[in-house]
């Protein structure tokens, strides 16, 4: 087989992986976790926040209603990120936000609950693919809850 042909092969195998990331479907009903109840993964490309995660959550002082309503709008607007399932208003909201280059999949499911003195937030937000995601998914969870 000659250089050709391998390099060939090797952009049809990249191309072909890149679409199949990429257009993948996302079963938006499988993936509509609870964050308040969903196990915690054995590896390391997710991020929970709820008292025995990985982040703990803060009480914020305001209705849950207008806490939903205003971290839905920090999530959408983050680039490249639609809500797939469900309602922050009535439960678990989930989210697919996608790489830019290869449109790798996170899903991040949300909850608003109400606690003495105010609302909260759950967060179960992990990758599609893979075991690892350098970090990605805690640093956007954190991005959004910074700006509450």
Avoid: C
């Amino acid at each position: 087989m000659g250089l050709k042909t391998v390099l060939i092969a090797i952009g049809v195998l990249v191309l072909a992986t890149m679409l199949y990331v990429r257009l993948s479907p996302i079963d938006a009903a499988a993936a509509n976790l609870d964050p308040e109840t969903v196990d915690k993964p054995g590896y390391p490309g997710h991020v929970l926040v709820r008292p025995d995660g990985d982040i703990a959550p803060k009480t914020y002082p305001i209705e849950p209603e207008l806490l939903a309503a205003r971290l839905e709008a920090i999530i959408l607007a983050t680039p490249r990120t639609d809500r797939v399932a469900g309602d922050l208003n009535t439960g678990v909201a989930t989210y697919v936000t996608r790489s830019a280059l290869w449109g790798f999949p996170d899903i991040a499911n949300v909850k608003v609950v109400a606690v003495e003195g105010g609302s909260t937030v759950l967060v179960f937000s992990r990758l599609r693919f893979g075991i690892a995601d350098m970090g990605v998914n805690r640093a956007r969870v954190e991005g959004w809850l910074s700006q509450l």
